[in-house]
């Protein structure tokens, strides 16, 4: 879906923003801030205006699919396939998607709680709480994270975050909590285990949860 969305946003926009990292017109009509949710904004584009309206909801979850170029998307897809090829066999493929998307919308939650003018865009909230959601697993069956090279990747990642200008700090935290709080019971150990329907109510609520909370913040 992510490289889909990737690959329509060349054809359609036909900018070279696209591939080389820019903001097009795609990126403002379904990327996300607090500030874009909240009031109209006029953007200039090098020769065109977009201006942008408030209250556009379903940008808590299309701008977890739009990357700002080639580099950003394969960085967050390799992470994903890795992710993916740990958690999925366990979870299942429902289960799986719905710690995904938790993770999203907790990450697009961080984006609001946070604030900021600039457009936000990309999976690394999702991919942010399934690699939490891996060590908080991990943890949880008593194996030390930081024996097999997760926790110190979730460590650098997050040096990474916070070091490098640019990067959303609460897409980054709002995936890591999301997949955190998912995790202590999608992946909880079968000796301490939950009620089947509890994985993948567990998911849903947050998923919920982020949602009403960013509208509630908005709307403050």
Not at 7 to 34: K, Q
Not at 113 to 122: E, L, R
Not at 197 to 218: K, L
Request: glycine letters at 14%; aromatic letters at 12%.
């Amino acid at each position: 879906m992510n490289v889909a969305v990737f690959v329509a946003v060349l054809l359609f926009t036909r900018d070279p923003a696209a591939i080389s990292g820019g903001v097009t017109e795609a990126h403002l009509r379904f990327g996300l801030s607090r500030d874009i949710l909240e009031q109209p904004i006029r953007w200039d584009l090098g020769g065109s205006v977009y201006i942008t309206e408030p209250d556009g909801w379903y940008r808590l979850v299309t701008s977890g699919f739009m990357h700002f170029g080639i580099m950003h998307i394969a960085f967050n897809m390799y992470f994903l396939y890795v992710l993916g090829q740990m958690l999925e066999p366990s979870l299942g493929r429902v289960r799986f998607l719905l710690l995904y998307m938790a993770s999203l919308l907790g990450g697009s939650l961080g984006v609001v709680v946070f604030g900021g003018a600039g457009v936000t865009a990309g999976a690394s909230g999702a991919v942010f709480g399934l690699l939490a959601g891996a060590t908080v697993g991990l943890w949880r069956r008593g194996v030390n994270p930081f024996s097999t090279g997760l926790g110190a990747a979730l460590v650098l990642n997050l040096f990474i975050t916070f070091a490098i200008p640019g990067i959303s700090i609460g897409g980054h935290l709002g995936g890591i909590v999301a997949g955190s709080l998912c995790a202590l019971v999608m992946l909880a150990p079968p000796y301490r285990a939950f009620p089947p329907w509890a994985s993948y109510a567990t998911p849903i609520a947050v998923g919920a949860f982020s949602i009403v909370a960013s509208m509630m913040i908005v709307l403050s």
